[in-house]
C-alpha cells in the first residue's frame, strides 16, 4: 500500500486479529513501525494524538485540521488504522515489523530505502546534515532525501552540500544543517545552485527533527520553510560531551577530560560524571515545563547504560513523556532534547 492513497471504511474482520495476535502467539517483542497520513475535515490534533498515543510507543502525530502525519510502535497496527480510517482518507500508509527488521529499541529506524521521502509526495526534496547511523535512519524516516554525513569536528564542504542539491531530480530544496558551524556552507550552495533552494536554520539534531515534523506535504516551498523554521523555535538542545582542552567561558572553568555541557551550543555546565551533566542541563533547560523530553545515546554508550539513565530520569520527571532513541552519533555521549 505504501505510496497509495485509499480510503478505508473499516479494516477487515480476518486482518486485525492477525496483527495484534502476533505478540502474543509467537513472542513478537517490537510490534509493527505503523506511518500513515490522514487527511480530512476539522480535524482534532490533540484528540488524534492521545488516541494513536495510547497504541503505542514512539508516537509523532503532527499537522493541522485538514492533514496529520502519524507516526507510532504498536502491537495492534489494525486498531490504529481502522481509528484514523474513521476521521478521513488515508494516504502512504507503511506498516513495518520491526521484528522482521531485527528492530532492538523502540525507536524510528524502519527500512529507510522503503520509506517514502518528502520528494516523492510533494516535489519538494530535503537534504539534511547527519551524523550517526540512528540519526541518519530517523531523519530518513521523516522524508529526508538525501542525507551529507556531518557534525561536529566534520563539517561538510559547500561542494558536498551543492553536490547533494544537484543530485536530486526535484527543483525545490530544502536544506537542514543541523549544526552553525554549516550554516554558512549551506548558504554558499544555495547561492550557487541553479535550484530553488531554501536553507532552514537548524543549530542541531532535535531542531532539524522538529523542523522535519512540521512539514507539510500539502504546502509549498516558501510556506514549508516557514512553518519548518518556527519549528526550530520551540526547542531546547542539551548536547552532552568530554571537554578537548582547558577553557574558561564566564564564570564556568573546565579542564580537559571533564564531561561539559551544551545548551543550545553555549558551555554552561560540567561535572565528573556523564549522569551528573545530564540532571544539570535538565533543570537548565527547565524540562520539568515541558512535555517531551527526548534522549538520543551516542556510540559511545550502550542500550543498557542510556536505559539505566533513563530510568533516573523518569523518577525525577515522572510528569513528562521520555523517548529513547539510539542515535550513534559520534563525539556526544547524549543529545537532549525537551519540547
Avoid at 48 to 53: D, F, P, Q
Avoid at 69 to 78: A, S
Avoid at 118 to 129: D, L, P, R, Y
Avoid at 249 to 275: F, M, Q, R, Y
Wanted: with cysteine; charged share 20%; proline share 3%.
Amino acid at each position: 500500500m505504501q505510496g497509495e492513497s485509499v480510503e478505508i471504511d473499516e479494516i477487515p474482520e480476518a486482518t486485525a486479529p492477525l496483527l495484534e495476535a502476533a505478540s502474543t502467539e509467537t513472542g513478537m517483542e517490537w510490534g509493527y513501525c505503523t506511518e500513515f497520513i490522514l487527511q480530512g475535515e476539522d480535524l482534532d490534533l490533540g484528540e488524534i494524538k492521545e488516541r494513536v498515543a495510547a497504541w503505542g510507543d514512539s508516537a509523532m502525530v503532527v499537522g493541522d485540521e485538514s492533514t496529520i502525519k502519524v507516526h507510532v510502535h504498536t502491537f495492534r497496527p489494525g486498531e490504529v488504522i481502522s481509528y484514523a480510517s474513521s476521521k478521513g482518507t488515508l494516504h502512504n500508509i507503511k506498516i513495518d515489523n520491526m521484528q522482521d527488521q531485527h528492530q532492538e529499541y523502540l525507536v524510528m529506524e524502519e527500512d529507510a530505502n522503503a520509506a517514502p521521502t518528502a520528494e516523492e509526495v510533494s516535489g519538494i526534496a530535503i537534504v539534511a546534515v547527519v551524523s550517526g547511523p540512528g540519526l541518519q535512519r530517523v531523519f530518513n524516516s521523516l522524508g529526508v532525501s538525501s542525507i551529507v554525513p556531518g557534525g561536529q569536528t566534520m563539517n561538510p564542504s559547500t561542494q558536498e552540500l551543492l553536490q547533494a542539491i544537484e543530485a536530486l531530480s526535484t527543483t525545490d530544496v530544502i536544506v537542514l544543517p543541523n549544526n552553525g558551524n554549516v550554516l554558512l556552507a549551506a548558504q554558499k550552495a544555495k547561492e550557487l545552485s541553479q535550484k530553488n533552494v531554501v536553507v532552514v536554520p537548524s543549530d542541531s539534531i532535535p531542531q532539524g527533527i522538529s523542523a522535519l515534523l512540521a512539514f507539510n506535504y500539502q504546502a509549498d516551498l516558501e510556506k514549508n520553510a516557514t512553518a519548518m523554521e518556527k519549528a526550530t523555535q520551540n526547542i531546547h538542545t542539551a548536547e552532552i560531551t568530554r571537554a578537548i582542552r582547558s577553557v574558561k567561558i564566564n564564570s564556568l572553568e573546565v579542564e580537559e577530560g571533564e564531561i561539559i555541557g551544551l545548551l543550545n551550543g553555549d558551555l554552561t555546565a560540567s561535572g565528573s560524571t556523564i549522569e551528573e551533566v545530564v540532571f544539570q542541563m535538565l533543570e537548565q533547560t527547565k524540562a520539568s515545563e515541558y512535555e517531551i523530553i527526548t534522549v538520543y545515546y551516542g556510540e559511545d554508550v550502550t542500550q543498557s547504560q542510556a536505559e539505566d539513565l533513563v530510568s533516573e530520569v523518569q523518577e525525577r520527571y515522572s510528569e513528562q513523556e521520555l523517548e529513547l532513541i539510539n542515535g550513534g552519533q559520534p563525539h556526544y555521549y547524549y543529545i537532549i532534547s525537551t519540547e
